[in-house]
Nanobody, 123 residues
């Protein structure tokens, strides 16, 4: 089993930036795809971004493309999400995710979840 712990969430004004981190422990994740999802109350958990195990391939939801950047450091078993030009619509709980699949786009692709970190963007 792999344990995921997110950090870096908080309150920021629209147009601001935050950097989320997710540290993995337990089973190695160096050969797994890692990513981020987000969820607001009453809505389904949605895909945000993912990065392949080697870090060479990334994929983003259209709503965050050009504003968010995902990266990973396999030596530290950590994945990051740099969020710039934040909007109130980005307000959600952000969840770190691990998947054995090369492409992640749905919660069904995820085998391990973090506990989530709240991101709130004020207008």
């Amino acid at each position: 089993q792999v344990q995921l712990v997110e950090s870096g969430g908080g309150l920021v004004q629209a147009g601001g930036s935050l950097r989320l981190s997710c540290a993995a422990s337990g089973r190695t994740v160096s050969s797994s795809t890692m990513g981020w999802f987000r969820q607001v109350p009453g809505k389904e958990r949605e895909f945000v971004a993912c990065v392949s195990w080697i870090g060479a391939s990334t994929r983003y939801a259209e709503t965050v493309k050009g504003r968010f950047t995902i990266s990973r450091d396999n030596a530290k078993s950590t994945v990051y999400l740099q969020m710039n030009s934040l909007k109130p619509d980005d307000t959600a709980i952000y969840y770190c995710a691990v998947s054995p699949f090369g492409v992640v786009s749905s919660p069904r692709d995820v085998t391990s979840w973090g506990q989530g970190t709240q991101v709130t963007v004020s207008s």
